[in-house]
């Protein structure tokens, strides 16, 4: 398939016109409206266009996503090739393997000031993704030295910095002005559940510090949902927080919350509970764009349709939602526990990179349940009675494990595991609404 047949030639709007990711969100957070974004990839060009548009054209407010797939994101692009000349079903779109005329044709007519597309992989190794979104008219990508290697891989962690850190001065460099590269973290998104939202909110920040030393003027700072509202609108707040006490004063920034990332419930309505109620929160706690999930997710991959409902959904729930105050507390517990990661890691180093690798070798940041060979793996959670996730065991780290009452604390077993696993989805499978924040 050409570009041609396609879509009609490619005119100038789609690389002069096209909005910054930033400024778009920047707006709409303006006009008081929440962006809504899929998770949305398919190999097919013109399916993936059918996507993009049916995203556009959603009784909400919109990005695009353009979701990579497995091949490209580890770089294997002679497989992804051969998966294409075969007719394969890829799991997502193969943006350094299509040309980039043919993805442009894609984006054409669809791209524009009104709906920004983001590019979004997994790769700790993404400078031929980051090429060819640039190639393609966009300037918008998420990831990040330490979210986007620990979870996926064994890629080492040093390796990962450094391809980060060259990367994000490619963005910098190839974006055209007067269009500003902009780059989410996924920090807040470790492992997707049972990290306390301390570290992940320190994650998030340090990513997003990362990238603005490495040249990028806009970035957004993620957080998970997970399992109590009320300590969740607590670490969007720390996110917001924190992004003005570190980030320098001419980076753009945002919050992006993510509707649950792990055990998904069963039941099309409990998985509905729970995407409006990411919604809610998203706007209680002063987020401005929701990746969301839909009801399909416990059972296979979503079509365009469930995807499209879904976003609807969630904008529905959130133009009924009321914010809550202002800056929220001043000094939570979230807000605390973040604020000691952060000093701590850049204490080490002032080359940030290099304070990161010191870090998780020294074990003063530590991923709970993560086996990545650079993780120390001495750290433990646990949900408390109250629904909050908490520290059995620190490690190294620069916080304490939580003072349970006597006898009341007890070690985590695998079946232990596995029960905090699919509490949030039994919870909403049952029909138990989310206590405000």
């Not at 909400?60 to 294997?76: E, K, P, W």
Request: with cysteine.
């Amino acid at each position: 398939m050409t570009a041609a047949t396609l879509a009609a030639p490619i005119v100038a709007r789609t690389t002069t016109t096209a909005p910054s990711f930033g400024a778009f969100v920047a707006r709409a957070a303006a006009a008081g409206q929440l962006v809504v974004q899929p998770r949305m990839g398919f190999g097919e060009p013109r399916r993936m266009r059918a996507g993009l548009k049916r995203t556009k054209a959603a009784v909400a407010t919109t990005a695009g996503t353009l979701t990579i797939d497995s091949y490209t994101r580890v770089g294997d692009q002679a497989a992804a090739r051969a998966a294409l000349a075969e007719g394969l079903a890829l799991n997502g779109y193969p943006i350094a393997t299509h040309p980039a005329d043919l993805t442009r044709a894609l984006l054409d007519g669809v791209l524009d000031p009104g709906f920004p597309v983001q590019v979004r992989h997994g790769s700790s190794r993404p400078e031929s993704i980051v090429r060819a979104l640039v190639a393609a008219g966009l300037d918008a990508t998420e990831g990040g030295p330490v979210s986007y290697c620990l979870p996926y891989g064994r890629t080492p962690l040093s390796e990962s910095v450094e391809n980060w850190a060259r990367c994000c001065a490619l963005l910098a460099e190839l974006v055209p002005a007067p269009r500003v590269p902009h780059l989410e973290s996924f920090g807040g998104c470790m492992l997707g559940q049972l990290c306390p939202p301390g570290l992940l909110v320190a994650l998030s920040l340090l990513e997003g510090l990362f990238f603005a030393r490495h040249g990028i003027g806009s970035v957004s700072l993620s957080y998970a949902q997970q399992s109590d509202p009320g300590q969740d609108t607590e670490a969007i707040r720390a996110l917001h927080r924190l992004a003005g006490e570190f980030l320098p004063a001419g980076v753009d920034r945002h919050v992006v919350l993510y509707t649950y990332m792990g055990v998904f419930p069963r039941t099309e309505r409990g998985a509905t509970r729970l995407l409006e109620a990411s919604a809610r929160l998203a706007v209680r706690a002063g987020a401005q764009r929701l990746i969301v999930k839909t009801a399909a997710e416990a059972h296979r991959i979503p079509t365009v349709t469930e995807n499209v409902r879904a976003l609807e959904t969630a904008a529905a729930s959130a133009a009924l939602a009321e914010a809550g105050p202002a800056g929220g507390p001043a000094d939570s517990e979230v807000y605390r526990e973040a604020l000691a990661f952060v000093e701590a890691v850049l204490e080490l180093d002032e080359d940030l990179g290099r304070a990161l690798r010191k870090a998780f070798a020294r074990g003063v940041l530590d991923v709970p349940y993560c086996l990545h060979p650079d993780n120390a793996g001495r750290s433990r959670s646990f949900v408390d009675g109250a629904g909050r996730l908490r520290w059995s065991e620190v490690g190294a780290m620069p916080v304490a494990p939580y003072a349970a009452p006597a006898g009341r604390r007890r070690p985590m077993t695998s079946d232990g595991l596995l029960v905090a696993l699919g509490a949030v989805a039994r919870r909403y499978d049952a029909g138990e609404e989310d206590r405000p924040g």
